[in-house]
C-alpha cells in the first residue's frame, strides 16, 4: 500500500499478514523503483532529491506491475490531483 506521500517521498507499506515478493512501485515524476519485497507490517520511504514541481497531480502507484497476490489491490493507489501550492 502507499499510505503516505508528498512532492518529495512516498511511504509504501505492507499491510498482509505474509511477506511480499519484489515488486515495482511508479511514481509520476520519479519513475519505476524496485523493491526486493516487505516483510509483514514494514514500510519503506522512498526519497527523491529533486521532488517533482509544485503543482500539478502528484500520483504513486505500489505493485504497478501487478506482480504480488493481494487481498486489496485498492489501497496500491494514492493521488493527489489538481494540486496548487
Partial sequence: AITAMDTRTVTVTNRGDA???AFNVTVIGW???RFTGLAPG???QLTSSTGTSCGGDYRAVAD???EVPE????DNRLEYLGVIC
Fill in 19 to 21: 511477506a511480499s515478493g
Fill in 31 to 33: 519513475g519505476v523503483v
Fill in 42 to 44: 514494514e514500510s519503506r
Fill in 64 to 66: 504497478s506491475q501487478q
Fill in 71 to 74: 487481498a486489496d489491490e485498492a
